[in-house]
């Protein structure tokens, strides 16, 4: 799963990998760079889903994690 859509919205949430910590929140990555995209890197809050870990998997969505993904 790497996107889902947002019913209130209309937008897309996505998945993305921890890549560093920042007290209550987390810089994650977006778009690994194996899928051509650059590693797109956006900090979002992670209250929500606390405490994360580095290389752990967020569903996110407006500059929110909202739940761990399982692989």
């Known amino acids: 799963m790497d996107a889902c ?3 209130t919205c209309g937008d897309v ?3 993305a990998r921890v890549v ?3 007290g209550q929140s987390a810089v994650v990555e977006c778009d690994p760079p ?3 995209a650059g590693g797109a890197r956006e ?4 209250e929500l889903v606390a405490p994360v870990e580095l290389g752990e998997q967020l ?5 929110v994690a909202l739940e ?3 692989q």
């Open 43 to 46: 900090e979002v809050a992670v």
């Open 20 to 22: 560093e910590l920042r």
């Open 59 to 63: 569903l996110c969505h407006a500059g």
């Open 5 to 7: 859509s947002c019913i």
């Open 34 to 36: 194996s899928r051509g």
């Open 13 to 15: 949430a996505i998945v």
């Open 68 to 70: 761990r993904v399982v």
